[in-house]
């Protein structure tokens, strides 16, 4: 039977729930069982995919095609795992189909309330997950902090859930913040006594309590918080600053957290595989050189926008024995070619990642176009491959007037073209090309060489694609299309394979990169990068 483990936080926001879910997720695999996380989001937003990256950061897409919530990235990162639909769930997809049903007069006349009905549809959710993947562990983390009004129906759905699957099934960990007073020279355990007492007046006594801080906690405030918390002292658990999110796991198996929880819930201990995993954490902690990429983008305020393209290149480092300094270039910085140049010359390597809208695409362009006449390694990805077309055809080709429809709609030579299937697509919610889509790499290639192989699987958001009438033109003056979809319409993959690395993808390489095995496109970038390092 399915264990169940509830992750909630308290204090404050942007405690790193997320890698805490992900690091235990990675200490259960590690000791050989299966294990699938949820996200439970308390927002209205049917799912994050309407949401602005400022907001939210980046959207994750899983294979099935859901557009998630970045913790879905780092489950996966840290657990190996493909997750899907079921493992995102917000009060707007909750509310969505309780309303549906209300509509169709499923109520049968009755009034429809949070408790039960969308307490219940919150419950068929983890149940829905169990079903699908029949897990050994299920870890369901709650978006938000306790006290949070839009949550309420989330920890109320729980406190059932755990009663009905009974003592033994389920258990609550709850992540806290110490906050360090340089005055006093303490860390303060009085917000985390208040969040779990207002936890419990929710009817939810955590079994296991995570503490955020900057250092070591001493004995007396970890008693302190197990007095006051009702916890033994092995609850309290202790999660450090670290340089690196992959050394969580190894903090939380030195305090045996998964010990303390197979305790509660009756499973036989095992002894984790982590050699692994502890040979990486070495890799990461001892890197020979530097590496300085450069991702020019639109969103580069928030690096949490493209957390996925910066862990992917940190995967890539790590398979060189190289940290990642990453130098964010706002693309609106780089409209005058001078300007690029000057940005561009401190880096060994240069990421365009994806996006949407005109703001900054000419400041794109001109980031490629350096890259391609001085041979810096470039890797595009989606927006950044069709800005890679466009650069191609107006500077190589001389089609001066090429533009994607996306950014004009008159434009001259339209070289990126919305696609067929979404002409007349109205809503912009869940309509992109999304999820997994096979494409077949030309063989020889610079990407058939890196994969190893020749059909591959990947994952996709967009709704503009090469334009077909454009191909022919483009790939005479020298552009190598070589991915397309096994239909042969749809451009997937540019490359230069004169340069030591320029290629581009219409799908989205980072989603699918581990720190332990890095994606071949990012590798490949890196690779030729960590020669330009002395
Ligand atoms: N805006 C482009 C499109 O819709 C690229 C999307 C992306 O980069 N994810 O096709």
């Not at 109520?107 to 079903?131: C, D, F």
């Not at 561009?344 to 350096?370: M, S």
């Not at 390694?377 to 996306?406: D, H, T, W």
């Not at 004009?408 to 919305?418: G, K, M, R, S, T």
């Amino acid at each position: 039977m399915t264990k169940y483990i509830f992750i909630t936080g308290g204090v404050v926001s942007s405690l790193g729930k997320g890698i805490i879910a992900a690091s235990l997720g990675k200490l259960l695999r590690a000791r050989g069982f299966s294990v699938i996380n949820q996200k439970f989001d308390p927002y209205i937003n049917v799912d994050p995919g309407t949401m602005s990256p400022f907001q939210h950061g980046e959207v994750f897409v899983t294979d099935d095609g859901a557009e998630t919530d970045l913790d879905l990235g780092h489950y996966e990162r840290f657990t190996d795992t493909s997750l899907g639909k079921l493992n995102n769930v917000t009060s707007g997809s909750v509310y969505q189909r309780v309303i549906d049903k209300e509509r169709r007069g499923d109520y049968l006349g009755g009034t429809v309330q949070v408790i039960p009905h969308i307490t219940n549809e919150i419950k068929s959710r983890i149940v829905g997950a169990t079903k699908q993947f029949k897990p050994d562990f299920q870890l369901i983390e709650i978006g938000g902090t306790i006290g949070d009004i839009e949550s309420l129906p989330f920890i109320e759905a729980i406190r059932q859930f755990k009663a009905e699957v009974g003592i033994g099934n389920a258990v609550s960990v709850h992540c806290t913040l110490l906050p360090y007073l340089p005055t006093s020279g303490e860390l303060k355990t009085k917000p985390s006594q208040h969040s779990v007492s207002v936890l419990r007046s929710y009817g939810i006594q955590p079994e296991i309590l995570v503490c955020r801080t900057t250092r070591a906690i001493p004995k007396t405030e970890r008693e302190k918080l197990a007095l006051f918390c009702s916890l033994p002292k092995d609850a309290v658990i202790e999660c450090r600053d670290m340089k690196s999110i992959y050394e969580v796991p190894l903090a939380l198996e030195e305090q045996n957290m998964a010990d303390v929880i197979f305790k509660i819930l009756g499973v036989k201990s095992k002894a984790p595989d982590l050699k692994g995993w502890i040979k990486l954490i070495e890799k990461i902690k001892n890197p020979k050189k530097t590496i300085r990429v450069a991702i020019a983008g639109k969103y580069t305020k928030l690096s949490d926008a493209y957390i996925s393209v910066v862990e992917s290149l940190k995967h890539a480092g790590y398979a060189n024995d190289a940290a990642i300094d990453i130098k964010w270039i706002n693309s609106e910085e780089c409209l005058d070619e001078k300007r690029a140049k000057e940005m561009l010359k401190d880096v060994q390597a240069v990421v365009v990642p994806g996006g949407f809208g005109i703001r900054g695409i000419e400041g794109k362009l001109n980031v490629i176009k350096y890259a391609r006449e001085n041979n810096l390694p470039f890797l595009g990805l989606c927006l950044g491959m069709q800005c890679a077309v466009i650069e191609y055809a107006r500077n190589v080709v001389g089609l001066k007037g090429a533009n994607s429809a996306e950014f004009d709609e008159n434009a001259q030579y339209p070289v990126i073209d919305l696609m067929l299937e979404q002409k007349n697509v109205q809503a912009y919610g869940g309509t992109m090309r999304l999820g997994a889509y096979d494409c077949i790499l030309k063989k020889g290639s610079v990407a058939a060489r890196a994969y190893g192989k020749e059909k591959i699987s990947e994952r996709h958001r967009h709704r503009y694609e090469v334009n077909n009438e454009y191909l022919k033109q483009i790939a005479d003056a020298g552009l190598v299309f070589s991915g397309m979809s096994p239909d042969g319409m749809l451009a997937e993959v540019v490359e230069l394979p004169k340069l030591d690395w320029f290629v581009a993808s219409q799908f989205h390489p980072e989603f699918k990169s581990r720190p332990d095995k890095p994606h071949p496109l990012f590798k490949g970038l890196i690779d030729a990068a960590a020669k330009r390092v002395k």
